[in-house]
């Protein structure tokens, strides 16, 4: 339960805060909404003696029930719209300086992670393979490069506030900077089979000890 509220990304705070403002502002206007018809409910039922009357809405009077609550949430609506885009450009457009590359691809089912070795640099003699285990270093921005291997896939780690598609014969590139050590749920966000169900990994945010401690157990597998 712990690992669908904590926020152990760089960038989880800020989604988090555009979906609080979405949701606040939404609430808003519904329980409004909903307290102004129960309420004409109440004050106009019906009554013995008084007729009801039909209203066109096309008096000066009347419209102004119309349109002050439309301009109103069309300025909420603006804020939302606003932040959404700030929120996406920093995260999806602006990719900042790797410390380290990652190479990420998904199987029916379950994930392939390529890390680099000691040498810090993916592509070389040193890179560790392993299935369904994601070892990264806490503090450190990370590019992954994305791929699918058969059919679409949905990288997702909810602790990070991360989601993007895998799309068979392309190589996305993201990124994530995780801010806490630990162990998150790492998870397909896509059917994608029989086995869509089952795919799921471990991701392991651990200190710069730790993670050159757990390459150096990895180094002779891979020499194999």
Same mark, same amino acid.
């Given at each position: 339960?712990?690992?669908?509220?904590?926020?152990?990304?760089?960038?989880?705070?800020?989604?988090?805060?555009?979906?609080?403002?979405?949701?606040?502002?939404?609430?808003?206007?519904?329980?409004?909404?909903?307290?102004?018809?129960?309420?004409?409910?109440?004050?106009?039922?019906?009554?013995?003696?008084?007729?009801?009357?039909?209203?066109?809405?096309?008096?000066?009077?009347?419209?102004?029930?119309?349109?002050?609550?439309?301009?109103?949430?069309?300025?909420?609506?603006?804020?939302?719209?606003?932040?959404?885009?700030?929120?996406?450009?920093?995260?999806?457009?602006?990719?900042?300086?790797?410390?380290?590359?990652?190479?990420?691809?998904?199987?029916?089912?379950?994930?392939?992670? $390529?890390?680099? %070795?000691?040498?810090?640099?993916?592509?070389?003699?040193?890179?560790? &393979?392993?299935? +369904? #285990?994601?070892?990264?270093?806490?503090?450190?921005?990370?590019?992954?490069?994305?791929?699918?291997?058969?059919?679409?896939?949905?990288?997702?780690?909810?602790?990070?506030?991360?989601?993007?598609?895998?799309?068979?014969?392309?190589?996305?590139?993201?990124?994530?900077?995780?801010?806490?050590?630990?162990?998150?749920?790492?998870?397909?966000?896509?059917?994608?089979? $029989?086995?869509? %169900?089952?795919?799921?990994?471990?991701?392991?945010?651990?200190?710069? &000890?730790?993670? +050159? #401690?757990?390459?150096?157990?990895?180094?002779?597998?891979?020499?194999?």
């Amino acid at each position: 339960m712990e690992n669908l509220v904590v926020a152990a990304s760089s960038y989880a705070k800020d989604i988090d805060n555009l979906i609080w403002i979405v949701a606040i502002l939404g609430g808003f206007w519904f329980f409004l909404a909903e307290g102004v018809l129960f309420y004409f409910l109440i004050k106009f039922r019906h009554k013995e003696g008084q007729k009801a009357q039909y209203l066109v809405g096309e008096s000066k009077e009347e419209l102004k029930w119309i349109t002050r609550p439309h301009h109103a949430i069309l300025i909420c609506d603006l804020v939302i719209v606003f932040m959404a885009i700030q929120v996406w450009y920093n995260i999806k457009q602006q990719l900042p300086p790797a410390d380290e590359t990652i190479q990420v691809v998904g199987h029916q089912w379950s994930w392939r992670f $390529i890390h680099p %070795g000691l040498d810090h640099q993916l592509g070389t003699a040193d890179d560790v &393979e392993v299935v +369904d #285990e994601l070892h990264v270093r806490v503090d450190k921005t990370y590019h992954f490069k994305l791929e699918a291997a058969d059919v679409l896939h949905c990288f997702s780690i909810p602790a990070f506030r991360l989601k993007q598609d895998a799309i068979p014969g392309r190589v996305i590139t993201g990124w994530f900077k995780p801010t806490k050590t630990g162990e998150y749920d790492l998870q397909c966000a896509e059917m994608c089979g $029989i086995g869509h %169900g089952i795919m799921q990994s471990k991701l392991y945010v651990e200190t710069d &000890e730790q993670h +050159d #401690e757990w390459l150096k157990k990895q180094m002779p597998q891979q020499q194999i």
